[in-house]
C-alpha cells in the first residue's frame, strides 16, 4: 500500500485538543491493523523547544532519539506504538535555519529565496520524510487557522494534496461548537466561519471533528455539513470526555475510523478495541484509591507535568486503582513538611531546574525516608535524595548539588566535564555552556541488579530508559553513601552514570536518574509507577489498620 497522509488542523480557539485528537485517530487506526507514525508542525520561531518556557509551553517531552519535543509528542506516543524520533516534530524556525544555511551555502545558486516555494518545499520534504512502511502518516499542524504562523504549514499541506492526490491525502478539521446558555442552543456559526477561513486558503477540509458539550443532532449534523461543503457523515461529534482514553471509542462509535478508511480507499477490518474499554472501566470504576503527593515548583500548571500525571493513571489502571494526584508547592515545605503529608500514601518528587524549592522537597524526601512512606524521585528527584541521605544519615555537612551551591565542600551531585554521548561523541560541559546544547538526553542503558525493588519490577537486567540532565551522582561519594544504607540498584553499563538508587530497610524508596515517565501508556503501564502504586496502597491498608486499632 502506498503511504497515505492524514492532515490535522484546528479552527475557532486553541487548546481544542489537537494532539490527543490526533493521537486517538492513530490508536483508531492502529487497532484496524494499520501502522501509524504522527508528527507535529509547530508554528513557532523558536529553533530549540527544549529551552521553551514550561510555565508558557507545557512540558518538554523527550524521544529514545534525545530530541526535546512538544507534549503533544507524549499523547502521540502513550496512544499508539509509534516511537518518535527528531523527525516527527518540526519548528518554523527549525524550517527557517534550514533554509537560510542553504541559501548561506549558496545552495540557491543565487536565486530569490521565497516563502513559497523554497520555505513550502522545505516543509514538504520533512513530511514526506517518515519511515518508510509505515501506512498512514498523521500529520498535526499547531496553531489554529487563521493564526499568521501557520500559513506556511497549511500553503504546504494544500500543495501536497495536488502532489500525492486525493485518495492519498485527508484533512481533518477539528472545530469547536460551542453551546450558548441563553439562546439553550449550539451554534454551527464559528465552525462555518473557521473552515470558511481554511477554504479561502484553498484546503477544503474532508472531515470535520466538532468538540461540543453535548451529541450533536443528526439535524445539526447536516447543517454543518451544509455549509461547510462537508459530506453529512464526515460531521463527528467530538464531545467533552472526562476521561481522555475514551476518546478513541467515541470517535469509533461516531463511525470516524470507517470515514477515514473509505476515503482513504483502505481495506481494513473492525478495529479491536476492546483493550481500550478495559482501561476506561478501570478509570471509571476503580477498585481502591490512594493518595499521592507530587512535590514540584510547576505545581500549579499541570501540563508541565503532562506525562508525570498520565504516568500516574497508568500505575492505578495496573492496580485497579485511582490515583488521586496532590500538588504540594515545595516552596511552603522550607520549613519542614507540616500536615501536608498526613493525608497522603506515597510522595513522588519530580524532574526540575533552578533552586527555587529545592530545600523544601529534600525535606519531603526526608518525611518519606524516616516515615516509611513510599518515595518515588525522577531525575532531579534523585539528585535531592542522593543529598537528603548524605546530609542526614552519612552526616556529610553541607552536602549539595553544584547546581544549587557551586562552591560546597561535598558535591555529591556535580557536573561530568568530559563525557561520551549516546552518538559515541565526546561532549565537554562546565557552568558556561550553552543552555540546551550539554544535556544528556535520550535512551541510555542501564544495567540493573539482581534482588532489588527495580529488578522486581522491570524484570530484566539491562533496561533503557530516557533522561534529560546535566548533573551526575559523584562516585567519589559512593561507599560513604552505601555505608549508611543507600544502594546502587541501576548503573550504566561502563560503570560510569550511576541510574537508580534505593534505601535498605524502607519498604519502597527508588529515585532514578533517568525519566520513566516518557515511556509509560495506558495499555503498558510503566513498571516503575505500578510498583509505586502498589506500594502507596500497601500503605494505605497498613495505615487504615494502624488507625482502627
Ligand atoms: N536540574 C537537574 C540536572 O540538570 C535535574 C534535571 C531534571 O530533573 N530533568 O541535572
Known amino acids: 500500500m502506498r503511504q497515505k497522509f492524514i492532515f490535522i488542523t484546528g479552527g475557532v480557539v486553541s487548546s481544542l485538543g489537537k494532539g490527543i485528537a490526533s493521537a486517538s485517530i492513530g490508536a483508531l487506526l ?3 491493523g494499520l501502522s501509524v507514525t504522527l508528527v507535529k508542525l509547530d508554528p513557532y520561531i523558536n529553533v530549540d523547544p527544549g529551552t521553551m518556557n514550561p510555565f508558557q509551553h507545557g512540558e518538554v517531552f523527550v524521544t529514545d532519539d534525545g530530541t526535546e519535543t512538544d507534549l503533544d509528542l507524549g499523547h502521540y506516543e502513550r496512544f499508539t506504538h509509534s516511537v518518535s524520533s527528531k523527525r516527527n516534530n518540526f519548528t518554523t524556525g527549525q524550517i527557517y535555519d534550514a533554509v537560510i544555511a542553504k541559501e548561506r551555502r549558496g ?16 516543509i514538504k520534504r520533512r513530511i514526506l520524510d517518515v519511515d518508510e512502511g509505515i501506512d498512514i502518516a498523521l500529520v498535526e499542524i499547531g496553531g489554529t487557522v487563521g493564526d499568521i504562523e501557520s500559513l506556511p504549514f497549511l500553503e504546504a499541506i494544500r500543495q501536497l494534496r495536488n502532489d500525492l492526490g486525493k485518495e492519498n491525502t485527508l484533512f ?9 446558555k441563553a439562546a439553550d442552543e449550539m451554534k454551527t456559526k464559528p465552525t462555518q466561519h473557521s473552515v470558511k477561513e481554511l477554504r479561502e486558503i484553498g484546503i477544503q477540509p474532508d472531515i470535520l471533528l466538532c468538540r461540543t458539550e453535548r451529541f450533536l443532532s443528526q439535524g445539526m449534523k447536516d447543517k454543518i455539513a451544509l455549509f461547510c461543503n462537508v459530506e453529512k457523515d464526515a460531521v463527528i461529534t467530538a464531545k467533552d470526555l472526562d476521561v481522555i482514553y ?37 478509570i471509571k470504576n476503580p477498585k481502591k484509591q ?19 500525571n498520565e504516568s500516574l493513571v497508568h500505575g492505578g489502571i495496573a492496580n485497579d486503582c485511582k490515583v488521586n494526584i496532590h500538588y504540594v508547592d515545595s516552596e511552603e515545605l522550607e520549613n519542614g513538611p507540616t500536615a501536608h503529608f498526613d493525608d497522603v500514601d506515597g510522595i513522588l518528587v519530580p524532574g526540575g531546574f533552578g533552586d527555587r524549592g529545592i530545600e523544601g522537597k529534600i525535606n519531603a524526601i526526608g518525611h518519606a525516608r524516616t516515615n516509611k512512606m513510599p518515595y518515588f524521585g525522577l531525575c532531579l528527584g534523585m539528585q535531592l535524595a542522593v543529598i537528603e541521605i548524605g546530609r542526614n544519615l552519612a552526616g556529610l555537612k553541607g552536602a549539595h548539588s553544584t547546581e544549587f551551591d557551586e562552591g560546597t565542600a561535598c558535591p555529591l551531585i556535580y557536573l561530568i566535564e568530559e563525557w561520551t554521548d549516546r552518538d559515541n561523541k565526546t561532549q565537554k560541559r562546565d557552568r558556561f555552556s550553552n543552555k540546551g546544547g550539554t544535556m544528556r538526553l535520550g535512551a541510555y542503558p542501564c544495567k540493573v541488579k539482581a534482588g532489588s525493588l527495580a529488578f522486581k519490577a522491570y524484570n530484566q537486567d539491562l533496561i533503557h530508559e530516557r533522561h534529560r540532565h546535566r548533573y551526575e551522582f559523584n562516585m567519589t561519594y559512593r561507599e560513604a553513601l552505601e555505608k ?57 491498608q497498613e495505615k487504615q489498620k494502624w488507625k482502627k486499632r
Not at 545552495?107 to 522545505?122: A, K, N
Not at 514540584?296 to 503532562?306: N, P
Not at 534505593?502 to 519502597?508: M, N, V
Open 30 to 32: 492502529e487497532a484496524k
Open 107 to 122: 545552495e540557491y545558486l543565487g536565486g530569490t529565496v521565497q516563502v513559497i516555494p523554497h520555505i513550502t518545499d522545505e
Open 172 to 180: 481533518v478539521h477539528l472545530t469547536l461548537v460551542p453551546f450558548i
Open 246 to 282: 475514551e476518546v478513541p471509542l467515541l470517535y469509533n462509535e461516531e463511525g470516524l475510523d470507517e470515514k477515514i478508511t473509505g476515503m482513504l480507499n483502505i481495506w481494513a477490518k473492525k478495529p479491536d478495541l476492546s483493550q481500550w474499554q478495559k482501561i476506561v472501566d478501570t
Open 290 to 308: 490512594v493518595d499521592i503527593a507530587v512535590v514540584g515548583k510547576y505545581v500549579k500548571l499541570i501540563d508541565s507535568y503532562k506525562s508525570l
Open 484 to 540: 549508611c544504607g543507600m544502594m546502587i540498584t541501576g548503573i550504566s553499563p561502563d560503570g560510569a552514570f550511576v541510574e537508580i538508587i534505593e534505601l535498605k530497610g524502607h519498604p519502597w524508596f527508588l529515585a532514578c536518574q533517568f525519566h520513566p515517565e516518557f515511556k509509560s501508556k495506558p495499555l503498558m503501564p510503566h513498571p516503575l509507577f505500578r510498583d509505586f502504586i502498589k506500594a502507596s496502597l500497601k500503605y494505605r
